[in-house]
């Protein structure tokens, strides 16, 4: 690296000017390092980052975040929308401001969106994403995403990861050439080849689900006080509008070392095979291969608001999912008391 290619980003108490220095350096089409100083800088807007750029706050020290990004825009756009391969962010906090983006909206109001939902043509996959030592805020409002991974991503690595409040922490889903989800006209991407490693999840509707993806892997996550721990999901399109026989939806998937501490009414873990389209409401059923949840630990904590606190739940639901193997799922009754 040489020394243009890193930026000292000059950040204050003005929103709109914190956005113009960044999006300023990222029109540089060369990439290179932002580095961001300690301290907590508002901003007006999202930012999108394309290809080659390093985004990195100040170095932590003891484990604890330095740079906080807070946003107070409406509009539903993500902090940082990556769109680019190559990029990497790192020790950075995030406070996203309250969002309702609806049903399909799970790559918007997010702290970090990589990819997009749906595309108006065919595109380009990003990959070589780096995301570590990253945090995200929202407490009290459970009805945006934390970080979305979206539709044509792939070689991605998340990495100390720590989230509090939101809905789904980490949601990594599918995306597609279409207007719309019930006008899908494909083709379809799908995520594969994710690393997911010691994420840490509290207060959350959900710690994190995968949705119609291969080649995803998730060690040592840490989900409390999460109403669902985490789902694997087909998609509501399963593949249907998948091109390409070399990688198989719902292969080599594999999720362990998860303790998972739920209050929610329902269970701490979903794996469903079957998914109603959005297109033409017809029910498919995608087949795993592969596919292997182990080391996991669930404890029932006790259900919050319950009219019915003494109706039992379920820890575990598999719906149509006959490939996948379960093995030394461990249920601590001891977390009720």
């Given at each position: 690296m040489t020394a243009t290619d890193r930026h000292d980003v000059p950040?204050?108490?003005?929103?709109?000017?914190?956005?113009?220095?960044?999006?300023?350096?990222l029109a540089d089409e060369s990439g290179g390092t932002l580095h961001l100083p300690a301290g907590t800088f508002p901003l007006d807007g999202g930012i999108v980052v394309g290809a080659g750029w390093t985004l990195a706050g100040a170095q932590q020290h003891d484990g604890q975040v330095r740079t906080w990004?807070?946003?107070?825009?409406?509009?539903?756009?993500?902090?940082?929308?990556?769109?680019?391969?190559?990029?990497?962010?790192?020790?950075?906090?995030?406070?996203?401001?309250?969002?309702?983006?609806?049903?399909?909206?799970?790559?918007?109001?997010?702290?970090?969106?990589?990819?997009?939902?749906?595309?108006?043509?065919?595109?380009?996959?990003?990959?070589?994403?780096?995301?570590?030592?990253?945090?995200?805020?929202?407490?009290?409002?459970?009805?945006?995403n934390c970080i979305a991974l979206v539709g044509a991503v792939r070689h991605l690595t998340l990495a100390d990861v720590s989230i509090v409040g939101g809905c789904t922490g980490i949601a990594v889903h599918w995306g597609a050439v279409g207007d719309s989800v019930s006008s899908i006209s494909g083709p379809s991407y799908h995520p594969h080849h994710?690393?997911?490693?010691?994420?840490?999840?509290?207060?959350?509707?959900?710690?994190?689900?995968?949705?119609?993806?291969?080649?995803?892997?998730?060690?040592?996550?840490?989900?409390?006080?999460?109403?669902?721990?985490?789902?694997?999901?087909?998609?509501?399109?399963?593949d249907r509008f998948h091109v390409g026989d070399d990688n198989v939806i719902g292969q080599r998937i594999r999720v362990s070392d998860a303790l998972v501490s739920w209050n929610g009414p329902l269970y701490a873990i979903r794996i469903a095979g079957w998914g109603r389209?959005?297109?033409?409401?017809?029910?498919?059923?995608?087949?795993?291969?592969?596919?292997?949840?182990?080391?996991?630990?669930?404890?029932?904590?006790?259900?919050?608001?319950?009219?019915?606190?003494?109706?039992?739940?379920?820890?575990v639901v598999v719906e149509q999912a006959s490939g996948v193997l379960l093995d030394n799922i461990r249920v601590d009754l001891r977390g009720e008391a």
């Open positions: 950040l204050g108490a003005d929103p709109a000017a914190n956005r113009h220095a960044i999006e300023r350096l990004l807070a946003s107070s825009a409406s509009d539903g756009q993500p902090i940082v929308q990556v769109l680019g391969s190559q990029v990497t962010i790192q020790d950075i906090g995030f406070r996203p401001p309250p969002a309702s983006p609806g049903e399909h909206g799970g790559d918007r109001g997010t702290a970090i969106t990589v990819g997009s939902y749906l595309y108006p043509a065919e595109t380009e996959w990003i990959e070589d994403i780096q995301l570590r030592r990253v945090r995200v805020e929202r407490p009290g409002t459970r009805a945006a994710i690393d997911i490693q010691d994420l840490v999840v509290s207060d959350a509707f959900e710690g994190f689900y995968l949705s119609s993806v291969h080649d995803v892997s998730v060690q040592r996550a840490r989900l409390s006080d999460v109403e669902i721990g985490f789902r694997l999901l087909p998609g509501d399109n399963t389209s959005e297109v033409d409401r017809s029910v498919r059923v995608l087949e795993y291969r592969d596919v292997v949840v182990t080391d996991c630990t669930l404890v029932p904590l006790p259900v919050i608001g319950a009219k019915e606190p003494l109706r039992s739940r379920t820890p």
